[in-house]
């Protein structure tokens, strides 16, 4: 079973990283899938929310911090180092894998991916906390970035799903737990009063 598993895994990789491509492609996915794209305006949304943000975004700033760093960490210290699992790109170095790398290459363990995880975690923190329409951009995002971890060879199918998976528990656990502890009006009463006030004459 485990083996039927690994060698699906296997054949929906090379057809995602093989044959599904296009020239937009190859310079979209590492485009998009490269942190240092996108890490900087997270970190400017990030520091605004603490600094100017009302009391929800100061939440979610807080949410986005603790479940995106537990994600990381027990994704790249713990899973990673339990499995062990050698990324596509490894195992054409070594097996006569086919992969099509757009990347340098990598040689850290495969399962699962750190990138999916942290997104998935961010997008599913935001969804919980700020509501749904705040949070669907991200997932379409983490979406786009877990595929993207696969079209440039550095991760396998089944390492995208895990991270999804164990990023979107992370942020579940972590901002239930938040919640518990502090009140927060449903985002849609907090719109429709925000109206209300705004149609109030002066």
């Known amino acids: 079973m485990f083996e039927a598993l690994i060698a699906a895994d296997h054949r929906l990789f090379m057809f995602l990283n093989g044959v599904m491509v ?13 942190a240092k794209t ?6 400017l949304a990030w520091l605004i929310m603490v600094s100017r ?3 929800r975004l100061q939440i979610l700033a807080l949410a986005l ?4 760093g537990f994600t990381d960490l027990f994704c790249a210290r713990v899973v990673k180092k339990a499995v062990g699992r050698a990324r596509p790109c490894s195992l054409a170095q070594t097996d006569g894998f086919k992969c099509r790398l757009l990347l340098p290459l990598k040689t850290s363990k495969s399962f699962p991916s750190n990138h999916s995880a942290n997104t998935a975690a ?5 969804l919980m906390i700020s509501g749904f329409y705040a949070g669907l951009p991200l997932l379409l995002l983490a979406f786009i970035v877990g595929y993207s971890r696969i079209y440039v060879g550095v991760h396998f199918p089944i390492d995208v799903l895990a991270g999804w998976l164990i990023g979107a ?4 656990v972590v901002c239930r ?12 009463q907090e719109s429709a009063s925000a109206g209300g006030q705004e149609q109030q004459p002066s």
């Open 38 to 43: 996108w890490m900087p305006f997270v970190l």
């Open 169 to 172: 528990f992370i942020a579940w």
């Open 22 to 34: 296009n020239g937009f492609l190859d310079w979209f996915m590492p485009f998009i899938t490269d």
């Open 65 to 68: 911090l603790l479940s995106v």
């Open 177 to 188: 737990a938040i919640l518990k502890r502090v009140s927060l009006v449903p985002v849609q």
């Open 53 to 55: 943000g009302g009391r």
């Open 122 to 126: 961010f997008a599913v923190t935001t």
